[in-house]
């Protein structure tokens, strides 16, 4: 299943703290189903992310989000080589779930007036 937290973010002692405040289902379907590439599933999601805009954390802003399992990144490509129109996500947030390491990475405020499909992203190899 995938789901879309909204939560805050919160320094303390200097550690970023997340406060989770509410869940929504997007998608239903088998944990460990991740079709195609990481470069192709970013793209996807890239595009995805015009139809999500009310989910966004400020709506005078565009949020942009994806996953990705770190057992599907190819030679080359990398969760640090991420970029979209040449931006570094704003936070990579790593996490485990049955016991496979994922990828959470935002951009609070992605700098583009591309609609999602003609975004230019790379994870460090060609398309």
Known sequence: MSYFCEF???EIDGKRRYTFLTLQLLIREKEDLYIGTCTE???NQ???????????????QRFVWGCMP???????????KLRVEGQ??????????????WYFWYYEDLESDKPGSQLEYTLGRKK
């Open 8 to 10: 805050k973010i919160k």
């Open 41 to 43: 599933n970013t793209g």
């Open 46 to 60: 890239l595009k995805m992310s015009d139809f999500m805009r009310n989910l966004s954390i400020n709506p005078n």
């Open 70 to 80: 770190k057992d599907k990144l190819k030679k080359g490509e990398a969760i640090e």
């Open 88 to 101: 570094k996500p704003d936070g990579v947030i790593e996490y485990k779930s049955f016991d496979k390491t």
